[in-house]
């Protein structure tokens, strides 16, 4: 299952402004003044002042909106303490990736910002964690739930309609991408890899290789790091 969630930052709150800290201040000018005005007049009117001849608000922000720099993680700390409290654990090492155990079953959730896609085997379990992102963030719009074998997430196409495989193809991606490229492309030299030619050899003529002594330890290490 994939999911989206509307609106997902102005679902944060700003944190809470302690005595003597600076609070964020929003300028608001034009006609969003008016329209405003014309929605809540006993709230917004009153304070509504003239600078250089221009209606002009100046808004304390309650919610975390898009382009203020504390917002993708103001939205992050809420949705991770919501997982949380569903009885997800975090990985310490990929924050975006969380699991719990639902009926001895593992329950997979990775995310990126407010896009989501949820692995596990009892589809019972996933008709509940759908409700559960409706209920929890569908107040601001409805959340966009997809179940089945083909996904669009995060620009992939992740197919899974063969037993055991994984085709993601990213063509549409492309495809929409070049199109709507301000510019008409041309002949393009293709390079297969940007990387010098030596990246990957030996530089120089004074490099050794290992002995077989030390080569055999050095390979088992790096295989238990890779692995």
């Known amino acids: 299952m994939t999911a989206d969630v509307p609106n997902a930052f102005i679902q944060a709150n700003m944190p809470k402004i302690k005595r003597g800290e600076n609070r964020v201040m929003m300028k608001i000018t034009g006609v969003l003044v008016d329209m405003l005005v014309q929605l809540?007049?006993?709230?917004?009117?009153?304070?509504?002042v003239f600078e250089n001849g221009k209606k002009t608000l100046y808004v304390e922000v309650l919610r975390a909106i898009y382009g203020l720099l504390q917002a993708a993680l103001l939205w992050?700390?809420?949705?991770?303490?919501?997982?949380?409290g569903q009885g997800f654990k975090f990985n310490p090492y990929d924050p975006c990736v969380a699991n719990r155990v639902v009926k001895s079953a593992q329950h997979m959730v990775v995310f990126h910002v407010d896009d989501l896609k949820s692995s596990l085997e009892d589809p019972k379990v996933s008709d509940d964690f759908a409700k559960w992102l409706e209920q929890t963030y569908g107040k601001q719009g409805k959340v966009k739930i997809n179940r089945g074998k083909v996904h669009e997430y995060?620009?992939?196409?992740?197919d899974l309609s063969v037993r055991g495989k994984l085709k993601v193809d990213m063509h549409d991606y492309v495809k929409k991408m070049l199109e709507s490229f301000p510019i008409t492309l041309g002949k393009i030299d293709v390079a297969l890899t940007p990387a010098s030619a030596d990246l990957f050899g030996q530089k120089g003529t004074t490099a050794r290789k290992l002995d077989k002594g030390r080569l055999k330890p050095f390979t088992q290490q790096l295989h238990k790091v890779c692995s």
């Not at 995060?154 to 992740?158: F, G, H, V, Y």
């Open 40 to 48: 809540v007049s006993e709230v917004y009117g009153p304070c509504v």
């Open 76 to 84: 992050y700390n809420k949705f991770r303490e919501d997982l949380e």
């Open 154 to 158: 995060l620009s992939m196409k992740l």
